[in-house]
């Protein structure tokens, strides 16, 4: 017989499924509390119409929340076991077992949690050493998941440039996007979306949202932009909901990565929800697998606010709940 969790321990997972990153900032999980059992649930009722019509952003979302779960479940010195679920709003139910000594690696991941923001800004001018960016992309590698570093960037500046201008002039488009990124002030800021001071307009176009005043710079400079990043492309064997889960949680483990060794970054995935972006990534870039995200990292040049959570206690779904 395992031991319950403490309401100190539940805290403690809680807050580390509430730092993950998500799409706009939504958050679109729950924990559901069974004893030694928790379920992550996806709201799906977090609906992003024009910039995710599908949800898979919102299955990344949760597959990074499972990770910090994971992570933390560890770090309580527990040892974890993880059900993927095929369907319904259940993603995966975490069983925390027996007493387990935690290990050096995931204390480290666990303590990056606190640390780890989106990084929209340029980066200082320092390459990272190549067995640093080797060790993120294994830190994301899995059975189906590859993590890789872009081939040729003009081909990824041409689709990325294509992907700017049409989402700069996607008018339903930016008026979803900017709902999302306005009320995290005022009278009805509840704690999520994506505070404007959080994006940098001297970032690259593709660095963070695109919106209408997003300047597009041609081809070739945003080429030589490009390769004065570091960037490393998730892709995954399939496109099913396990493939969008476990691409998110490897997404998160490579940012862990990146911030247990001082690196920090930024995740993009606007461009490759428009029609036809992925296809020709995987042709044009030689890729293994479907791109899930392309993660963009760094030295800091400038430091990054950390964004807004909603309240704690609105994670937790109260048995036979819907909310
Ligand atoms: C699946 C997923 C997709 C995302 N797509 C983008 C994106 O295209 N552009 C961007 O600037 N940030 C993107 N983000 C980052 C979120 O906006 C960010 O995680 C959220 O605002 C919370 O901020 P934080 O990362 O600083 O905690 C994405 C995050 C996730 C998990």
């Given at each position: 017989?395992?031991?319950?969790?403490?309401?100190?321990?539940?805290?403690?997972?809680?807050?580390?499924?509430?730092?993950?990153p998500?799409?706009?900032?939504?958050?679109?999980?729950?924990?559901?509390?069974?004893?030694?059992?928790?379920?992550?649930?996806?709201?799906?009722?977090?609906?992003?119409?024009?910039?995710?019509?599908?949800?898979?952003?919102?299955?990344?979302?949760?597959?990074a929340?499972?990770?910090?779960?994971?992570?933390?479940?560890?770090?309580?010195?527990?040892?974890?076991?993880?059900?993927?679920?095929?369907?319904?709003?259940?993603?995966?139910?975490?069983?925390?077992?027996?007493?387990?000594?935690?290990?050096?690696?995931?204390?480290?991941?666990?303590?990056a949690?606190?640390?780890r923001?989106?990084?929209?800004?340029?980066?200082?001018?320092?390459?990272?050493?190549?067995?640093?960016?080797?060790?993120l992309?294994?830190?994301?590698?899995?059975?189906?998941?590859?993590?890789?570093?872009?081939?040729?960037?003009?081909?990824?500046?041409?689709?990325?440039?294509?992907?700017?201008?049409?989402?700069?002039?996607?008018?339903?488009?930016?008026?979803?996007?900017?709902?999302?990124?306005?009320?995290?002030?005022?009278?009805?800021?509840?704690?999520?979306?994506?505070?404007?001071?959080?994006?940098?307009?001297?970032?690259?176009?593709?660095?963070?949202?695109?919106?209408?005043?997003?300047?597009?710079?041609?081809?070739?400079?945003?080429?030589?932009?490009?390769?004065?990043?570091?960037?490393?492309?998730?892709?995954?064997?399939?496109?099913?909901?396990?493939?969008?889960?476990?691409?998110?949680?490897?997404l998160q483990r490579v940012w862990l990565t990146a911030a247990?060794?001082?690196?920090?970054g930024?995740v993009?995935?606007?461009?490759?929800?428009?029609?036809?972006?992925?296809?020709?990534?995987?042709?044009?870039?030689?890729?293994?697998?479907?791109?899930?995200?392309?993660f963009?990292f760094?030295?800091?040049?400038?430091?990054?606010?950390?964004?807004?959570?909603?309240?704690?206690?609105?994670?937790?779904?109260?048995?036979?709940?819907?909310?």
């Amino acid at each position: 017989m395992t031991a319950a969790l403490t309401t100190e321990q539940i805290g403690v997972l809680a807050r580390a499924v509430s730092r993950a990153p998500s799409v706009h900032n939504s958050q679109p999980w729950q924990l559901l509390i069974r004893g030694t059992e928790v379920d992550l649930i996806e709201r799906r009722e977090v609906e992003l119409r024009r910039h995710d019509p599908l949800g898979r952003d919102r299955v990344l979302s949760c597959g990074a929340a499972l990770t910090n779960l994971e992570l933390a479940v560890r770090a309580l010195g527990r040892d974890c076991h993880v059900d993927l679920r095929a369907d319904g709003d259940v993603v995966a139910t975490v069983t925390i077992g027996r007493p387990r000594a935690t290990s050096a690696r995931d204390y480290a991941l666990y303590q990056a949690i606190g640390r780890r923001r989106s990084h929209r800004h340029r980066f200082f001018h320092n390459r990272v050493p190549t067995d640093v960016c080797r060790a993120l992309a294994a830190a994301g590698e899995t059975t189906g998941v590859h993590v890789n570093v872009p081939g040729p960037l003009d081909k990824l500046a041409e689709l990325l440039g294509f992907a700017t201008r049409v989402l700069r002039d996607d008018r339903g488009y930016q008026r979803e996007l900017a709902v999302w990124t306005t009320h995290t002030h005022g009278w009805d800021a509840h704690g999520d979306g994506v505070a404007e001071e959080a994006l940098s307009p001297e970032a690259l176009p593709v660095a963070g949202l695109v919106r209408t005043g997003t300047p597009v710079p041609d081809d070739a400079v945003l080429a030589d932009r490009l390769a004065a990043e570091n960037l490393l492309i998730i892709c995954t064997d399939g496109d099913a909901r396990a493939d969008h889960l476990a691409a998110g949680a490897a997404l998160q483990r490579v940012w862990l990565t990146a911030a247990a060794k001082a690196l920090v970054g930024s995740v993009i995935t606007q461009p490759l929800h428009l029609t036809g972006v992925r296809a020709r990534l995987v042709s044009e870039l030689a890729l293994p697998g479907v791109p899930q995200a392309i993660f963009r990292f760094g030295y800091p040049a400038v430091p990054a606010a950390p964004s807004p959570r909603l309240p704690l206690g609105e994670l937790f779904r109260p048995p036979g709940g819907t909310r």
